[in-house]
């Protein structure tokens, strides 16, 4: 058997049991009945099907409340539920409001919009895409290990530092960047606030950025993506986005 089956050969234990068997008088290879409940009676169809259509009902069901309605046991629900029917009950995320209907209605045709523009030509749409973001970012650079060492006598006691908060300090990165890389960027000063006139003074930096870095891009044309913040949709900063000849790409509504 080893020769034949190699590392699938049974064990010496297992050859001798079933030698043993068959010694008396034993043909048949399948275990024999055993007393008790059979396993996993519980995982038919009826209930696989029944359970389907409760959590589609009301997704906030409970393991306990749905195993009392069908009338089996909690762990061969869960059974049912993670291996049959392949679902997990997970939190859904916070965000700050839902869609309306009509709101979701503009989504889809902006989303249209825009891939038809995509697909229209797809390498001069990536090489004149141009959008941008806002981000808080952490003035924080802490102190190494190394680099707080320090000398001392045996007999002097060790200096202490304290730990520095990560939210210590933090600052408005406003990020402008196309297919090759950042192209601007501009960090607020403490004290000042986004409004239309700074941000049209930024799309203006901006101009003079794609000028110097991305040379041919104005020529192309630019298409310029941007969020729907009061700032950006303001009437000074509309109109000297489009001063600067760049055209705007929809930004369907988002959920925040």
Same mark, same amino acid.
């Not at 034949?4 to 275990?31: C, H, I, M, Y």
């Given at each position: 058997?080893?020769?034949?089956?190699?590392?699938?050969?049974?064990?010496? /234990?297992?050859?001798?049991?079933?030698?043993?068997?068959?010694?008396?008088?034993?043909?048949?290879?399948?275990?024999?009945?055993?007393?008790?409940?059979?396993?996993?009676?519980?995982?038919?169809?009826?209930?696989?099907?029944?359970?389907?259509?409760?959590?589609?009902?009301?997704?906030?069901?409970?393991?306990?409340?749905?195993?009392?309605?069908?009338?089996?046991?909690?762990?061969?629900?869960?059974?049912?539920?993670?291996?049959?029917?392949?679902? /997990?009950?997970? /939190?859904?995320?916070?965000?700050?409001?839902?869609?309306? /209907?009509?709101?979701?209605?503009?989504?889809?045709?902006?989303?249209?919009?825009?891939?038809?523009? &995509?697909?229209?030509?797809?390498?001069?749409?990536?090489?004149?895409?141009?959008?941008?973001?806002?981000?808080?970012?952490?003035?924080?650079?802490?102190?190494?290990?190394?680099?707080?060492?320090?000398?001392?006598?045996?007999?002097?006691?060790?200096?202490?530092?304290?730990?520095?908060?990560?939210?210590?300090?933090?600052?408005?990165?406003?990020?402008?960047?196309?297919?090759?890389?950042?192209?601007?960027?501009?960090?607020?000063?403490?004290?000042?606030?986004?409004?239309?006139?700074?941000?049209?003074?930024?799309?203006?930096?901006?101009?003079?950025?794609?000028?110097?870095?991305?040379?041919?891009?104005?020529?192309?044309?630019?298409? &310029?993506?941007?969020?729907?913040?009061?700032?950006?949709?303001?009437?000074?900063?509309?109109?000297?986005?489009?001063?600067?000849?760049?055209?705007?790409?929809?930004?369907?509504?988002?959920?925040?």
């Amino acid at each position: 058997m080893a020769a034949t089956l190699g590392d699938d050969t049974p064990a010496l /234990s297992t050859v001798q049991k079933w030698a043993a068997e068959f010694k008396r008088a034993r043909e048949n290879l399948k275990d024999d009945p055993r007393s008790g409940r059979p396993a996993a009676t519980a995982t038919t169809q009826e209930n696989i099907d029944c359970l389907h259509h409760m959590i589609m009902g009301d997704r906030r069901l409970t393991v306990n409340q749905i195993g009392n309605t069908v009338g089996v046991s909690g762990e061969r629900v869960e059974n049912i539920l993670h291996k049959e029917l392949d679902v /997990s009950k997970v /939190s859904p995320p916070w965000v700050p409001r839902l869609l309306t /209907s009509d709101q979701k209605h503009t989504r889809i045709v902006m989303s249209h919009a825009n891939l038809t523009l &995509f697909e229209a030509d797809r390498v001069s749409f990536l090489e004149r895409f141009l959008t941008q973001e806002e981000r808080w970012v952490h003035l924080y650079k802490p102190e190494t290990k190394w680099q707080s060492m320090q000398w001392k006598h045996s007999s002097s006691p060790t200096s202490k530092k304290a730990k520095v908060v990560s939210s210590a300090g933090m600052v408005m990165a406003t990020v402008y960047w196309a297919a090759k890389g950042i192209v601007f960027i501009d960090y607020l000063q403490k004290g000042k606030t986004i409004n239309g006139k700074y941000y049209a003074n930024l799309l203006m930096q901006l101009r003079k950025a794609i000028k110097s870095k991305r040379a041919g891009k104005l020529t192309k044309g630019v298409l &310029f993506h941007q969020d729907n913040a009061p700032a950006h949709m303001s009437v000074v900063a509309v109109a000297l986005v489009h001063d600067c000849g760049f055209e705007l790409v929809d930004h369907p509504p988002i959920f925040s």
